[in-house]
């Protein structure tokens, strides 16, 4: 009896199941939700055509270097790297001396407090230190920049869709809004102090264009920085940040691959010698 009543209420359960997926699928045919500007504009990120890209990929040191060079120019100003030290530079060439350099003249410096009169303070980085936040607060970031937070970029490159193509593509995607979107949806136009760029999500983004125009950093190496190849450069070390054992995976990945691949014949090859003389 307990089964039965059991098997009933799961069935009516079923039923009104059934009967309200239905409801949706019929709504959403007969009554389909009107398009919006951010789904007909929205752009997929171009492909930024990374070293670090696909499953053999390994990063650049150069063009690495590269990004860490635009980051402190173009973007330290205002973003955080608050999960990256100093010291993890040497994983991407950099000798024990040039990072120490490099944390010492550092622009932002490490917060803190004077011994002598317990007031605030900020020192000189070490190697061992963390890239220092350029806000004392969040309270601080939100009002040097119209309430707008902008997010640390430690992990930014896995914290996104196809994130360091979306890098590459933000950072060179801002554009007037095209006449048809205005056209089709009139009251889609950009608000003032922010700036339209597709492959934002919903199109129009706090942030000002960050790179804007060729030759914005000089590199050392000689590389021609045009808008694009530094918008790579910086993408390239953020994918670097956000998953700096990359090349480690990779080839622990590929060497799992080869091992199944001969525990596999190696399986074939015991089963057929166990059972070869039993007839199947």
């Known amino acids: 009896m307990v089964r039965t009543i059991a098997l009933l209420v799961g069935a009516a359960f079923v039923f009104v199941l059934g009967i309200s997926l239905f409801g949706t699928i019929s709504t959403a045919i007969s009554d389909p939700a009107p398009e919006t500007a951010e789904h007909e504009f929205h752009l997929h990120p171009k492909d930024a055509e990374l070293s670090s890209a696909g499953m053999f990929g390994k990063f650049d040191r150069q063009q690495l270097q590269r990004g860490l060079k635009v980051y402190q120019e173009v ?22 001396g040039q990072v120490k350099a490099l944390a010492q003249a550092w622009p932002i410096e490490q917060p803190g407090v004077n011994p002598d009169t317990g007031e605030a303070a900020t020192r000189k980085n070490v190697a061992s230190d963390r890239f220092p936040s350029p806000y004392a607060n969040e309270v601080a970031a939100r009002a040097a920049n119209n309430n707008a937070l902008p997010p640390d970029l430690s992990l930014i490159a896995k914290a996104r869709h196809d994130g360091p193509n979306y890098v590459a593509s933000l950072l060179t995607g801002y554009q007037n809004q095209p006449a048809e ?20 999500p919903n199109l129009n983004i706090a942030m000002p264009p960050p790179i804007t125009s060729d030759g914005q950093v000089t590199y050392e190496d000689g590389t021609k920085s045009t808008r694009d190849q530094m918008a790579k450069d910086v993408a390239a070390f953020l994918t670097w940040t956000a998953e700096p054992n990359l090349e480690t995976r990779h080839g622990a990945g590929f060497a799992s691959v080869i091992f199944l691949i001969i525990f ?8 057929r010698n166990v059972w070869r003389g039993v007839k199947h």
Request: glycine share 6%.
């Open 181 to 200: 979107l205005l056209r089709k949806f009139p009251d889609a136009k950009t608000p003032q102090g922010l700036y339209y760029n597709p492959y934002f």
């Open 264 to 271: 596999v014949f190696l399986t074939i090859g015991t089963y």
């Open 75 to 96: 973007c330290a100003a205002c973003h955080s790297l608050r999960y990256v030290s100093f010291r993890d530079l040497e994983q991407i060439g950099y000798s024990e």
